[in-house]
């Protein structure tokens, strides 16, 4: 596997103010490839929403990374830091769709866990219907499953007044791993 990082090499770079607009984008173009193919049609709203995205790039202790394979540009990634607790976050995690099953996003993954040595926990949320998401977080990352978000149980952090009854889109689950 040490041959294949260093095939790739993976890397994190900070994403400047001037580049926000270009993140935005090519997030909600990786996110919008699995949710039209979920839906089984072309969104009339991108994924996640403008307002979602600038909410955790702005939120206190957000770092926003590009990630890159040989200084290429394949993903990016917003992390809540919380320095005093070290309970730490994943607001958004994607890797463009012709980069994905090589690899990149585990090693990506890693790649945020040694930027930040001192986290006792990274939490994490995705929708329920995002299998391929569900397999890298368990599978993959070593997160386990610790709730899931619908109507009978809201997030906490979410706006619950645009839930509808049969709104299964708002269906979430929660990962948590533990660090060691």
């Known amino acids: 596997m040490n041959h294949h990082k260093n095939e790739l090499n993976i890397a994190l770079r900070i994403v400047h103010a001037s580049e926000f607009e270009k993140f935005k984008g090519d997030l909600q173009s990786a996110f919008s490839v699995s949710a039209e193919k979920e839906f089984g049609h072309t969104l ?4 996640p929403s403008d307002e979602d995205i600038e ?3 702005l939120a206190q202790g957000a770092i926003v990374y590009w990630i890159e394979a040989n200084q290429e540009i394949v993903g990016g990634a917003v992390v809540i830091i919380d320095e005093a607790t070290q309970h730490n976050s994943l607001s958004f995690f994607f890797i463009s769709t012709k980069n994905q099953s090589r690899g990149v ?3 990506a993954w890693k790649a945020i866990e040694e930027a930040h040595p001192n986290t006792k926990i990274w939490e994490t949320v995705t929708p ?3 299998k391929r998401n569900i397999h890298f977080y368990v599978n993959r990352c070593g997160f386990r499953i610790v709730e899931f978000y619908n109507k009978l149980t809201p997030d906490p952090h979410q706006d619950t007044t645009t839930f509808q009854d049969d709104d299964e889109d708002d269906e979430m689950f929660r990962f948590e791993k533990v660090m060691k």
């Open 44 to 47: 009339d709203e991108p994924i």
């Open 55 to 57: 909410e955790s790039i």
């Open 128 to 130: 329920y219907f995002e």
């Open 105 to 107: 996003g585990l090693l």
